[in-house]
């Protein structure tokens, strides 16, 4: 059902998990909606691009760029009236650190899809993209983090059984972000 009031939907989780799935679900269904899948806008990088899974200090600086890139993206777009879904892996201090600053005034939601282990390390095996099994269970682990409300666990449930509890999620952790409240902390 679309949204009278636009929102910035986070689908996060670890690799593998299917929020990219869940989150182009939600904004097919939420018009006028945009989807903006944070590993595109790092694709956007064309010269001097560092692998994310080195960990080094331009991979910070990188992630930090484009954390900064798509949260603008995203509320202008909202500011457009459009739906938006961001979807990353979202640990709580990432999104408190490189997300929330940019997003005052805008109504957000954030929800972690998170299947077990064992389920996210058998679907990430059969993506394109290759993440590596150690920087998956890190992943896991992080998104682990978030409190309860914001957690769903998708092991077992088909796409639309997943998205029914995502809506859900969704709905009940959606806050307008200001400067004294609406953290998701």
């Known amino acids: 059902m679309p949204s009278l009031e636009p929102i910035i939907a986070f689908f996060g989780g670890p690799a593998g998990a299917g929020k990219t799935t869940l989150a182009r679900r939600w904004a097919d269904l939420n ?35 484009v954390s900064n890139a798509c949260s603008e993206l995203a509320k202008s777009f909202f500011r457009s009236g459009f739906n938006v879904a961001v979807d990353h892996v979202f640990a709580p201090g990432d999104f ?19 299947p077990d282990l064992v389920t996210t390390l058998s679907r990430g095996s059969t993506r394109g993209k290759d993440v590596r099994e150690d920087i998956v ?43 004294t409240r609406g953290s998701f902390e």
């Open 31 to 65: 018009p006028p909606a945009v989807h903006i899948e944070r590993d595109s806008i790092g694709n956007l990088i064309r010269s001097g691009k560092a692998d994310f899974q080195s960990g080094t200090p331009l991979v910070e600086q990188q992630v930090r760029a």
């Open 137 to 179: 269970r890190q992943q896991h682990e992080a998104t682990g983090k978030w409190g309860a409300e914001f957690m769903v666990d998708t092991t077992g449930l088909s796409v639309p059984e997943s998205y029914n509890k995502v809506t859900q999620v969704l709905a009940k952790t959606a806050r307008t972000i200001s400067s």
């Open 96 to 114: 408190k650190n490189d997300w929330r600053p940019h997003l005052e005034g805008c109504r957000c939601a954030i929800v972690i899809v998170r």
